[in-house]
């Protein structure tokens, strides 16, 4: 049994933990620091804004959930939630300032706000608080339909096929990561990108699976030093929520906005790989080091 739904999004959660998202954007902007710190030192000519997105973004949500939920079910899950309002709000605001520079507040704050990921991600959240029973919907029977407080069953197969297509957008993404990067340089136009390199994806993966996490661990230990209430589940989900590799949104980004293709579709593909490791090497790391803190 999934939980990627917002399962555990109530109004109780909310007014408990409202703190994650403020948390989740700050982390992310500790990692996009980071990220600009490091690329004005190792980023090639032209690469900084890539360079700085590639290590500071990682997969928060698809990834994020795949490594959390078994762990630790719908606790976990209800953190990476939280964190995602943050990060989302922080992605379409600051963190595109490497791609959109001299936007204006009001202009970032229009941007966030009818970005078409922010309004879907508030009407899942409104529609968890205010609806709980459509969480799971789409796998209830026609007897379950019919009980619920409002029958809506002839919405069903409208349903279903938003969820279905909701679940194929990350293979479909994936895919085109793949045909990026098997097909002909001469057939795509990438903007005259010089090759790339196997030290720099090293550098790059090193920063994002490694360097960016245990700098985070850092934040949040100090912030519980100064009384933020994190459990042991809580600072390990916060943790694993950095330790993911780029986020497969950073592929689309860098078309858009004109940065570096290539580069971004191998970070992605070889950062993934490699987070089959790094990931549960962070995760013991980030539990050893919670109770050496707890003492």
Sequence with gaps: MMYYTPASITLDTLSTYWYYPVLGAGLLFVCDLFGWLTGKVWARPGEGPTFRLLVALPNWVFMAMAVVEPIFREEGVRVVLLYNLGITFYVWTAGMTSF????????????????????????GFVLALAAPFLVGMEKMGSEELQALPL?????????????????????????????????????????????VRVGQLVLLGFL????????????????????????????????????????????????????????????????????????????????????????
């Design 208 to 295: 994002r699976l490694i360097a960016a996490p245990v700098l985070c661990m850092g934040i949040l230990l100090l912030l519980m030093w100064f009384g933020l209430p994190l459990s042991l589940s809580d600072f390990v989900v916060s943790t694993i929520v950095i330790a993911m590799p780029p986020a497969v949104a950073c592929l689309a980004i860098v078309e858009v906005y004109g940065g570096r293709v290539r580069l971004t579709a191998n970070a992605i593909l070889w950062q993934t790989v490699a987070a089959l490791g790094t990931a549960p090497l962070i995760t013991y790391v980030a539990q050893v080091v919670y109770r050496m803190a707890a003492g």
């Design 100 to 123: 959109r520079g001299g936007e204006t507040l009001l202009r970032m704050l229009r941007n966030v706000l009818l970005n078409p990921q922010t309004v879907a991600l508030m009407i």
């Design 151 to 195: 029958y809506i069953g002839i919405l069903s197969p409208a349903w279903e096929t938003i969820y279905l297509l909701g679940l194929t957008t990350l293979p479909i993404s994936i895919f085109q990561i793949g045909l990026l990067l098997g097909a002909p340089r001469q057939s795509i136009d990438v903007g005259g990108e010089s090759p």
